[in-house]
């Protein structure tokens, strides 16, 4: 699956990883890789469901930089949400949470930016979560 690689919101918060010079290539090459694969095998599951929420507790700012790299790439739940887009079950919904506020809010433009109906919760995830569980709509699938 091949993404835009340009950033609707350059000025906004990126990750960098731990150390401040770019995730592990390790990122793209097989964390996204395999969420966009499984999304997309999940497909016709999801289908039996008249709403698919995406809960994605650790959000992050939704865009991040590779080691190495002088570009930009979407992150996980940007990835998830454009994976699930081209099939025939996209989701209906997505939850983002973050302890971090200005990456809670990057990734909510971010996301909405590509079409997505968001929803975010700010705070630690043993707490938020609860609260994401309850925004989630009676009936619906969830996948965190």
């Not at 865009?63 to 002088?70: C, I, K, N, S």
């Not at 949470?97 to 997505?116: E, F, W």
Request: glycine share 10%; net charge positive; charged share 20%.
């Amino acid at each position: 699956m091949q993404l835009k690689l340009t950033d609707p919101y350059p000025e906004l918060p990126i990750e960098y990883g731990p150390h401040g010079r770019g995730v592990g290539k390790w990122v793209t090459e097989q964390k996204h890789k395999y969420l966009a694969d499984y999304i997309i095998a999940t497909q016709m599951a999801r289908r039996k469901f008249p709403q698919c929420v995406l809960i994605d507790p650790f959000c992050g700012p939704g865009r991040l930089q590779v080691e190495g790299e002088a570009f930009t790439r979407p992150g996980g739940s940007v990835i998830a949400y454009s994976a699930a887009s081209t099939t025939k079950a996209p989701f209906t919904k997505i939850l983002i949470g973050d302890i971090d506020q200005s990456r809670v809010q990057a990734n909510h433009k971010r996301l909405t930016a590509a079409g997505a109906k968001v929803e975010a919760f700010v705070g630690p995830a043993s707490e938020t979560v609860h609260f994401m569980a309850k925004a989630v709509p009676h009936g619906a699938l969830g996948k965190v």
